[in-house]
């Protein structure tokens, strides 16, 4: 029998933020399991045809990356997403390797970053202590993606739990989700806070076009909106990738699958 482990990320289009969070994963990874042959598939047919014809980079999607492990002579398969809820680009995901089941002896796919409790305590606890210093007493707000998922309450409970163990003002905005940057701006003026800083950061695995455009851009982004709010704004461009802390939790669940 021969194990094989498969990395499915979202994608990015943006080559330094790719070898700062995906590859920097993949690298825990391969550190942490040597021994075993590491792919690597991007989930997002839009980054993966950008690459295509913009870098001639061709990336499969999670099928396409089965069928090479197939080829390999993989028999076992561990796959880890780094999507961060099971939402939907989660759940296309599975439908990919459920329709990939028979051509091994087994898959087992891990969990997405937000998946249990003791995550989210992780998170909040190790995240928390790496930024802190950084943050340095001003408001913070987490951009996360969101989306029309009902997976998408994930990201209110992270908020809640971020703020019962930190004490501090902390909001989570979405881009596509429930939770918008103007209801955080709503909550921001009932806010008792005398302190006008806000840091911003993303709460994705790269610091791509969402992090670049909607957090940190010019014009109609979360920047510019609390800005014109009387905010004053610092961004922190830093994928989750790029944490010691969010990359420990990968290989823990990566870990877990493993064993089985």
């Keep these: 029998m021969k194990k094989g ?3 499915v990320s979202f994608g990015t289009t943006h080559q330094e933020t790719k070898i700062k969070n995906i590859e920097r994963v993949a690298r825990a990874v ?3 399991y040597p021994d075993y042959p590491i792919y690597q598939a991007y989930s997002s047919s839009i980054v993966r045809n950008i ?8 990336i499969p999607d999670t099928k396409e990356a089965l069928l090479a492990m197939q080829r390999d002579g993989i028999t076992q398969v561990a796959v880890l997403p780094t999507h961060i809820i099971d939402g939907i680009e989660n759940n296309r995901m599975k439908q990919a390797i ?11 796919v891990a969990d997405v970053l937000l998946a249990r409790e003791e995550d989210y305590k992780m998170i909040v606890r190790d995240l928390w202590s790496e930024i802190k210093e950084e943050i ?13 998922h009902e997976a998408d309450q994930c990201y209110e409970k ?3 739990e971020f703020r019962d163990y930190t004490k501090e003002e902390i909001y989570l905005a979405t881009v ?12 921001l003026k009932s806010s008792t806070k005398i302190d006008s800083r806000i840091v911003l950061l993303p709460f994705m695995l790269v610091a791509g076009d969402h992090a670049i455009h909607d ?7 979360f920047t510019a909106k609390l800005k014109a709010e009387g905010y004053k704004v610092r961004c922190i461009l830093k994928g989750l990738g790029e944490y010691e802390s969010i990359r420990r939790i990968y290989i823990e669940h990566l870990r877990k699958v493993m064993e089985l």
Aim: overall charge negative.
């Design 5 to 7: 482990i498969l990395i």
């Design 30 to 32: 391969a550190e942490y």
């Design 51 to 58: 690459l295509k014809k913009r870098d001639k980079f061709i």
């Design 98 to 108: 459920d329709d990939c089941r028979g051509m091994f002896r087994s898959i087992a």
């Design 136 to 148: 340095d007493g001003a408001s913070v707000i987490f951009m996360g993606h969101g989306s029309a």
């Design 158 to 160: 992270l908020e809640a």
């Design 176 to 187: 596509e989700g429930k939770v918008t940057i103007e209801d955080v701006i709503m909550r």
């Design 215 to 221: 957090m940190a851009g010019e014009e109609d982004s």
